[in-house]
């Protein structure tokens, strides 16, 4: 599986837009992007995944550099909830493989 | 809501102390997974099993630790002898197959062993 890279910690003001990077340079053509957050004193949740395209849900939206090498997860307006421990994870197999390797992740704190 | 539940919540041992955890994924999963994950870092992949067949184990999962499946619904995670090492969060997690990208965790067990 590639290895990620993400910024140990990051800051947002609440109702901003929160922008968090992940590197992925190598990243092979059959692995996915995929991002979980985990919250203090939680099991991580599930937040978005993408192959190529951007993607959106009704949580974030998910951009890809056109050579998969990097991504960014972006949580279009912050609130005090969205603290938390935000993996980026890459993983091969398509989206039937479920083993998740996790790396250390970013902390967002979103201020009042 | 019926999520993926685990008990106990926490579990304190003595050195040497056989320990079990169980968890209960959501219904309609196929999919159970079981990491563990120690503080500051994030969660590391223990096994996983398709219906109660186990596919996968990590190096991880040592000859102390084991975990079953019988008929395909809750699962129970073993470790026999605890060491200090094994303190840690125990995470159960499930999924459909076919979406197994999208896991629903449960919140854990902790390990404390003394």
């Known amino acids: 599986d590639a290895k990620t890279t993400q910024p140990p910690s990051m800051d947002c003001a609440e109702g901003r837009a929160a922008n968090l990077p992940c590197n992925h340079s190598?990243?092979?053509?059959?692995?996915?992007v995929y991002w979980y957050r985990q919250i203090h004193s939680q099991g991580p949740q599930y937040i978005i995944h993408?192959?190529?395209n951007n993607e959106t849900n009704e949580m974030a939206s998910l951009i890809i550099t056109e050579d998969r090498k990097s991504s960014t997860l972006i949580l279009p307006h912050a609130t005090l909830r969205d603290t938390a421990v935000y993996y980026c994870?890459?993983?091969?197999?398509?989206?039937?493989?479920?083993?998740?390797?996790f790396g250390q992740g970013t902390i967002l704190t979103v201020h009042p | 809501d019926t999520g993926v539940s685990q008990d106990p919540r926490h579990k304190i041992t003595k050195r040497g102390q056989n320990v079990t955890f169980r968890c209960d994924p959501i219904?309609?999963?196929?999919?159970l997974y079981w990491y563990r994950q120690t503080l500051g870092q994030g969660p590391e992949f223990l096994t996983y099993?398709?219906?109660?067949?186990?596919?996968?184990k990590s190096r991880l999962l040592s000859d102390r630790f084991s975990a079953e499946r019988p008929k395909g619904s809750f699962s129970t995670l073993e470790i026999q002898r605890t060491e200090q090492g094994d303190s840690a969060m125990y995470l159960c997690?499930?999924?459909?197959?076919?979406?197994?990208?999208?896991?629903?965790f449960g919140p854990g067990t902790r390990l404390t062993v003394t």
């Open positions: 190598t990243i092979s053509g059959n692995e996915y």
């Open positions: 994870i890459v993983n091969a197999g398509g989206t039937s493989y479920g083993k998740l390797t």
């Open positions: 997690a499930s999924s459909l197959t076919g979406t197994n990208y999208e896991q629903y």
């Open positions: 099993f398709q219906n109660e067949a186990q596919l996968e």
């Open positions: 993408g192959l190529k």
């Open positions: 219904s309609e999963h196929n999919r």
